[in-house]
């Protein structure tokens, strides 16, 4: 090879890496072109607390960040159009506080929480029985559902709400179980 070719090759490899390292870069704006703002990650976080509170074995799901985790699944599995269902759930839910209580979700007693979401579960479940095959499932259940599966895969959830065997041994499949024992975490 002589040396213009060599010069042109290495020119091309260079240039590929500054131009993908751009595109790459080009998802990463400041917070305001984000979909989720703090407020959003907070508001999850305590609708989060009321579905899985804290006990006194375990931690509830805002310690387990589940705002954050919510934020991350929707931004980056979730479709434009189930993006945009969460998103305008959200806009939903809070509207719906408002109108129901004239306050915000945040401000609400822990009771007047889970009164209030009992109700929306009801709604929820209703709305998803009847819904056609390509309409998008109800804003609470999405909610609903990463909230539990963002909870038990944490390391609060996992390690402190369930049972957790670090490195399992051998399969047995005949384990005494009391009232009580926790379950085990895969």
């Known amino acids: 090879m002589n040396r213009r070719k060599a010069i042109q ?3 091309l490899l260079l240039g590929g890496a500054f131009v993908s390292t751009g595109l790459l870069l080009q998802g990463c704006g400041n917070e305001d072109s984000q979909p989720f703002n703090k407020a959003d990650i907070a508001l999850l976080d305590e609708i989060g607390d009321t579905i899985i509170p804290s006990t006194a074995d375990s931690p ?3 310690a387990a960040q589940i705002g954050a985790f919510m ?6 599995c979730y479709t434009r159009q189930q993006q945009e269902n969460f998103l305008g759930g959200l806009k939903k839910f809070r509207d719906k506080v408002k109108q129901e209580t004239q306050r915000d979700f945040i401000q609400l007693s822990k009771a007047e929480r889970e009164k209030f979401l ?3 579960d009801l709604e929820a479940v ?3 029985k009847q819904k056609k095959t390509e309409e998008p499932v109800h804003y609470y259940s999405m909610i609903k559902s990463l909230t539990v599966w963002g909870y038990f895969t944490s390391e609060p959830g996992a390690t402190k709400a369930l049972h957790y065997v670090m490195i399992p041994g051998r399969y047995d499949g005949d384990i005494p179980y009391r009232t009580g024992d926790k379950a085990y975490a895969l």
């Open 9 to 11: 090759v290495t020119g």
């Open 60 to 62: 509830g799901a805002k």
């Open 71 to 76: 934020k991350t699944i929707v931004t980056d």
């Open 118 to 120: 009992s109700a929306l």
């Open 126 to 128: 209703a709305f998803d």
